[in-house]
């Protein structure tokens, strides 16, 4: 990978490889049943970053794994991020119209079908993961294993949505407040960085390394989250903001106001940093893509 790539120009090229992998994946909308794969497609491909299987990606490539079949593990990590934003912006939890500026899944396909369409996400991406020949039993068993950790119900993402949910209109102090979105969002961004880090077979201090970098940005990217909500609009956002403050969810804008919020996260990033600095230019696009959570509009 050239260094000297701008970071939107590394962003680009990389979600072009996970977008072609996708495209592989999925099953072609001629499929039967039609409706399902339809729906898959629309939703995988209504637009997004591609930042977790990205992040995962690269990972991988610091501890000297190759593209593949290491873009097939990363794209698996894009089905279960779809997969949440589809039952996020369900009637029954944010009840939201637009994802990445189009119509959510439910109001296109219908609230059943989306339902069914976050499942078979889910389902696809184990069903990549535990694919024979991807990488060595034990290190495709501990993938596997990391993520359904971190997307679960201790202190993954499913807590942590239950947690936001049952925050609504109560008082919340910053130790609540960082477990809702150390789970929510954080457990997963980490579980990308680490799961990249374990294809390549790194060894036990380095992933105790990455993993201190995954938790740090993870926090962050909520943190942004968050004041995206409140200083952002659809057109930038691709999404409704204001939705936290008219639920009265529990956000860092809320208890810490706007300017203590972002410093926050730039205290975050700057750990994230130092936990790559024995990595030296090897590590530099993690360190671009930490700078970029921060730094996003979007």
Not at 37 to 53: D, I, N, Q, T
Not at 58 to 70: K, Q, T, Y
Not at 266 to 288: F, V
């Amino acid at each position: 990978m050239n260094i000297t790539t701008t970071i939107s120009q590394y962003l680009e090229e990389q979600r072009a490889l996970i977008d072609q992998e996708l495209d592989q994946i999925l099953p072609s909308e001629d499929t039967f049943p039609y409706s399902i794969h339809k729906a898959m497609r629309y939703s995988v491909f209504a637009g997004g970053k591609r930042l977790r299987p990205i992040l995962c990606a690269e990972a991988g490539r610091l501890f000297g794994a190759g593209d593949r079949p290491l873009l097939r593990i990363a794209s698996a990590l894009e089905l279960v991020h779809t997969y949440s934003l589809i039952h996020d912006d369900l009637p029954a939890l944010d009840n939201d119209d637009l994802r990445r500026g189009k119509p959510t899944c439910h109001r296109a396909f219908g609230e059943a079908t989306a339902i069914l369409t976050g499942d078979a996400l889910l389902t696809l991406a184990y069903e990549v993961l535990s694919e024979p020949g991807n990488c060595s039993p034990e290190r495709q068993l501990r993938i596997i294993y990391e993520l359904a950790q971190a997307t679960g119900t201790r202190n993954g993402m499913v807590a942590g949505q239950v947690m936001d949910l049952e925050s609504s209109n109560q008082a919340m102090d910053a130790e609540h407040l960082e477990l809702i979105h150390s789970s929510k969002t954080g457990a997963f961004l980490c579980a990308s960085v680490r799961c990249g880090a374990i294809f390549a077979g790194a060894r036990e201090p380095d992933i105790d390394r990455l993993t201190i970098y995954g938790r740090r940005i993870g926090l962050a990217f909520q943190i942004v989250d968050d004041l995206l909500d409140v200083l952002g609009s659809s057109a930038t956002l691709g999404k409704t903001p204001g939705k936290d403050d008219h639920q009265s969810k529990a956000t860092y804008p809320a208890l810490y106001g706007i300017e203590e919020s972002r410093r926050k996260a730039e205290l975050l990033i700057e750990e994230a940093l130092e936990s790559l600095r024995p990595y030296g230019e090897a590590a530099e696009r993690l360190r671009q893509l930490a700078h970029f959570l921060i730094e996003r509009t979007a």
